[in-house]
């Protein structure tokens, strides 16, 4: 079966990258491996895993999880594993370094509620994550469209 033809505004649209579907396909993506993280770790820690080991590992089934849902689901990235999925664990890494500097930035240094960091992590490494993923991770998606 032929692709379908593009119109001259779909390939605009897939040019510019961050389109209101791609955002809400990721943040869709994001839920689900919060959600998933979260049931797991409680899964885990029920059968007998110390609290850190059973959080590690629901981890590391939420990042795969997050990894073929941000590719397949709200990329639509049909470029290779390879290369693409050292990229998104060195994001992940990164992600996780923010997540840590922010509490000890806005509590620790600036004397802030714990709260706020938590909100601004929320807000911030998930904003770093969607436009890293679109213009490095994920960047050969926009090449071939």
């Not at 791609?22 to 491996?33: E, K, N, Q």
């Not at 994001?91 to 922010?102: E, S």
């Not at 998930?126 to 469209?145: G, Q, Y």
Request: aromatic share 12%; proline share 5%; glycine share 8%.
């Amino acid at each position: 079966m032929a692709p379908a033809p593009v119109s001259d505004a779909a390939a605009r649209g897939a040019a510019a990258g961050l389109g209101a579907g791609l955002v809400t396909r990721f943040a869709m993506v994001g839920i689900g491996a919060t959600l998933l993280y979260a049931s797991l770790a409680l899964l885990f820690s029920q059968m007998a895993l110390a609290p850190i080991q059973a959080s590690v590992l629901a981890y590391a089934v939420a990042t795969v999880f997050s990894y073929l849902g941000q590719k397949f689901l709200a990329f639509r990235s049909r470029g290779a594993h390879r290369s693409e999925l050292p990229k998104f664990l060195a994001l992940t890494a990164v992600g996780f370094g923010v997540a840590t500097a922010m509490p000890a930035f806005f509590s620790g240094l600036l004397g802030f509620q714990p709260y706020v960091a938590v909100v601004a992590t929320c807000i911030v490494v998930p904003l770093i994550n969607l436009f890293v993923l679109d213009r490095w991770v994920f960047s050969a998606r926009r090449e071939t469209a």
